[in-house]
């Protein structure tokens, strides 16, 4: 059993962290790698997740968090002879770690300043993005193997299935994810079902808006003419940003941070899914899921989305603005859904529950038959680590 470094923190509530714990868990019952982690698993980090899944990680858990009490004492000179994936983010900046060999750069990217990636980017062995998107801004840029692995969901726990009952099942529901930031389009999901919501008053916005990093969000206006506030205790003020805004908030109900393995049950709860981003590094994880679910998305046809769209398997914004005026990052391929054109698919969606239906499962079958799972990635990340040996 070969040793694998994820050299990053994982998590059960977004992200980063849910890559990489899928990874690790998929890698932990197979019998050909051992993974290790970039830092202790604790229960916080796998809260929600089924005890059966963490009783067959069990031993590759142990194994890895006293590997992590070992590395706390070794020289960062040291020389790992095992491979090692790390986690870039925008800038493309990795962590200070000891020596390994072979290591793989997972590079994940919005901000398409990459100037200097090829010198950044040149201790690498291989590069691998989550994208077409990003592969090739960074094929176009660098003189390393460049390779795509796409990111994936859980068919055992995203699959379409009934709804609880819970909800008033004479509203029309629609769901926003992630957290809020220009880049994610949540200025143009309010506007966009202020109004809807004014031509009907059954219309509910379901946000999931919260995350661990409530600072970041704090001040966010985009479009809008009020901006995000925190409240005292620190975190959105979700109820008082839309009021602000011009939107009745008893017509949001507000969710707060949820793990991962919980969200299939909201999901689907959902008439639809909005995500209207102006970039994604990867194909958006938030839309991925709800499509599993059997739930329509309608999603902005740009950057990394555009690998998530095909014929019947979601609602596309074909409008796309291009983005030259924002100057926290570089925008080439980055998109601006124009509000109108949302309007009208939250319009086909609520006239045509037939067409929803259809939709709905079209994308989950879609992603079963495009192999878009966590199983898969892992699979296919795996064939490029032992293409190494």
Same mark, same amino acid.
């Given at each position: 059993?070969?040793?694998?470094?994820?050299?990053?923190?994982?998590?059960?509530?977004?992200?980063?962290?849910?890559?990489?714990?899928?990874?690790? &868990?998929?890698? /932990? @019952?197979?019998?050909?790698?051992?993974? =290790?982690?970039?830092?202790?698993?604790?229960?916080? *980090? $796998?809260?929600?997740?089924?005890?059966?899944?963490?009783?067959?990680?069990?031993?590759?858990?142990?194994?890895?968090?006293?590997?992590?009490?070992?590395?706390?004492?070794?020289?960062?000179?040291?020389?790992?002879?095992?491979?090692?994936?790390?986690?870039?983010?925008?800038?493309?900046?990795?962590?200070?770690?000891?020596?390994?060999?072979?290591?793989?750069?997972?590079?994940?990217?919005?901000?398409?300043?990459?100037?200097?990636?090829?010198?950044?980017?040149?201790?690498?062995?291989? &590069?691998?993005? /989550? @994208?077409?998107?990003?592969?090739?801004? =960074?094929?176009?840029?660098?003189?390393?193997?460049? *390779? $795509?692995?796409?990111?994936?969901?859980?068919?055992?726990?995203?699959?379409?299935?009934?709804?609880?009952?819970?909800?008033?099942?004479?509203?029309?529901?629609?769901?926003?994810?992630?957290?809020?930031?220009?880049?994610?389009?949540?200025?143009?999901?309010?506007?966009?079902?202020?109004?809807?919501?004014?031509?009907?008053?059954?219309?509910?916005?379901?946000?999931?808006?919260?995350?661990?990093?409530?600072?970041?969000?704090?001040?966010?206006?985009?479009?809008?003419?009020?901006?995000?506030?925190?409240?005292?205790?620190?975190?959105?003020?979700?109820?008082?940003?839309?009021?602000?805004?011009?939107?009745?908030?008893?017509?949001?109900?507000?969710?707060?941070?949820?793990?991962?393995?919980?969200?299939?049950?909201?999901?689907?709860?959902?008439?639809?899914?909005?995500?209207?981003?102006?970039?994604?590094?990867?194909?958006?994880?938030?839309?991925?899921?709800?499509?599993?679910?059997?739930?329509?998305?309608?999603?902005?046809?740009?950057?990394?989305?555009?690998?998530?769209?095909?014929?019947?398997?979601?609602?596309?914004?074909?409008?796309?603005?291009?983005?030259?005026?924002?100057?926290?990052?570089?925008?080439?391929?980055?998109?601006?859904?124009?509000?109108?054109?949302?309007?009208?698919?939250?319009?086909?969606?609520?006239?045509?529950?037939?067409?929803?239906?259809?939709?709905?499962?079209?994308?989950?079958?879609?992603?079963?038959?495009?192999?878009?799972?966590?199983?898969?990635?892992?699979?296919?990340?795996?064939?490029?680590?032992?293409?190494?040996?």
């Amino acid at each position: 059993m070969r040793p694998v470094l994820i050299n990053w923190n994982v998590n059960n509530m977004c992200g980063w962290g849910l890559v990489g714990l899928n990874l690790f &868990l998929n890698w /932990a @019952s197979g019998p050909d790698i051992g993974p =290790l982690l970039g830092g202790p698993l604790s229960e916080k *980090e $796998i809260a929600g997740t089924d005890p059966l899944r963490l009783l067959a990680a069990k031993d590759a858990i142990l194994v890895s968090n006293r590997f992590q009490a070992q590395l706390s004492h070794t020289p960062p000179s040291t020389q790992l002879n095992f491979p090692v994936i790390e986690g870039l983010g925008n800038g493309l900046a990795g962590p200070e770690s000891v020596r390994v060999t072979p290591t793989i750069a997972r590079c994940i990217f919005e901000d398409t300043r990459l100037d200097d990636a090829d010198r950044i980017l040149a201790k690498y062995d291989l &590069l691998v993005c /989550a @994208s077409r998107w990003n592969a090739e801004l =960074l094929r176009s840029h660098v003189t390393k193997r460049v *390779e $795509i692995v796409f990111e994936g969901i859980d068919p055992s726990l995203f699959h379409p299935g009934p709804r609880s009952g819970l909800l008033d099942p004479n509203r029309f529901y629609i769901f926003s994810g992630g957290k809020v930031e220009y880049r994610k389009g949540h200025d143009l999901t309010p506007l966009a079902f202020r109004e809807f919501s004014r031509r009907h008053d059954d219309a509910v916005l379901v946000t999931l808006w919260h995350s661990p990093w409530p600072h970041l969000s704090a001040g966010f206006q985009g479009k809008l003419s009020a901006p995000l506030e925190l409240t005292r205790e620190g975190i959105i003020d979700v109820k008082r940003w839309v009021a602000a805004n011009a939107i009745d908030p008893s017509k949001v109900i507000e969710i707060g941070l949820v793990p991962n393995p919980m969200m299939p049950a909201i999901l689907r709860e959902m008439d639809c899914v909005l995500a209207p981003s102006r970039a994604e590094a990867c194909t958006n994880l938030v839309a991925a899921e709800a499509m599993a679910c059997g739930v329509p998305v309608i999603c902005a046809d740009n950057t990394g989305v555009k690998d998530l769209i095909a014929p019947d398997n979601s609602w596309p914004l074909r409008s796309q603005s291009a983005i030259r005026d924002y100057a926290a990052s570089g925008t080439d391929g980055w998109g601006e859904s124009d509000v109108d054109e949302i309007v009208n698919a939250l319009e086909r969606f609520y006239a045509d529950s037939a067409l929803r239906k259809e939709i709905g499962l079209n994308g989950a079958r879609w992603l079963i038959d495009e192999h878009r799972t966590w199983a898969d990635h892992a699979r296919e990340l795996k064939s490029l680590i032992t293409s190494f040996s």
